[in-house]
Antibody, heavy 122, light 108 residues
Framework: QLQLQESGPGLVKPSETLSLTCTVS??????????WGWIRQPPGKGLEWIGS???????SHNPSLTSRVTISVDTSKNQFSLKLSSVTAADTAVYYC??????????????WGQGAMVTVSS | EIVLTQSPGTLSLSPGERATLSCRAS???????LAWYQQKPGQAPRLLIS???SRATGIPDRFSGSGSGTGFTLTISRLEPEDFAVYYC?????????FGQGTKVEIK
């Protein structure tokens, strides 16, 4: 059974870089054609797509975050990662990793991690 | 960027009633790539509907999606107690994928 698990620091200082990793279990990232995604949700607010990475490494990002976002994949560890630089309090959110229901598309996420709460504060 | 506007913001209904949620797009959604999610407090979203009208695996048939172009609807035919939650639509036909702001279905 496919499972996703986010991990990383729960507290990041303003202007620093937020780093999260999503570990995939139950399936191999490299043997599929999925776009693995990152989505976030500020407390009490709605969902925002951050970006996605194809298992072979190509990425797409939300233009509102492009200059600060790096998404990468490590197939040897069956993980993909998110880095968000120059964070502010507005980046405080629950960060989810997720996989779409079908290969080759960037939405309709049917497998989600439990979410990682990241607070930006000094 | 396609903006999705959900209405109403809150829907107050009783168990057994029918719920109709709307999602309107600022421009046509390519290939009707529109999904609906349910989210309960403290949980990750759960995919209900993809491609505007295809139920995800394990989703009860009281949930149905319809619409095309710029107007989409999620219908819950008879509300069960576990259906009271927040519902989001998402378009993934063009980048960036965008979400609506959500509709809360609460117990009347």
């Amino acid at each position: 059974q496919l499972q996703l698990q986010e991990s990383g620091p729960g507290l990041v200082k303003p202007s620093e870089t937020l780093s999260l990793t999503c570990t995939v279990s139950g399936a191999s990232i490299s043997s599929s054609n999925y776009y693995w995604g990152w989505i976030r949700q500020p407390p009490g607010k709605g969902l925002e797509w951050i970006g996605s990475i194809y298992s072979r490494g190509s990425t797409s990002h939300n233009p509102s975050l492009t200059s600060r976002v790096t998404i990468s994949v490590d197939t040897s560890k069956n993980q993909f990662s998110l880095k968000l630089s120059s964070v502010t309090a507005a980046d405080t959110a629950v960060y989810y990793c997720a996989r779409p229901d079908l290969e080759w598309r960037r939405g309709a996420f049917d497998i989600w991690g439990q979410g990682a709460m990241v607070t930006v504060s000094s | 960027e396609i903006v999705l506007t959900q209405s109403p913001g809150t829907l107050s209904l009783s168990p057994g009633e029918r719920a109709t949620l709307s999602c309107r797009a600022s421009q046509s959604v390519s290939s009707n790539y529109l999904a609906w999610y349910q989210q309960k407090p403290g949980q990750a979203p759960r995919l209900l509907i993809s491609d505007a009208s295809s139920r995800a695996t394990g989703i009860p048939d009281r949930f149905s999606g319809s619409g095309s172009g710029t107007g989409f609807t999620l219908t819950i035919s008879r509300l069960e107690p576990e259906d009271f939650a927040v519902y989001y639509c998402q378009q993934y036909g063009s980048s960036p994928g965008t979400f609506g702001q959500g509709t809360k279905v609460e117990i009347k």
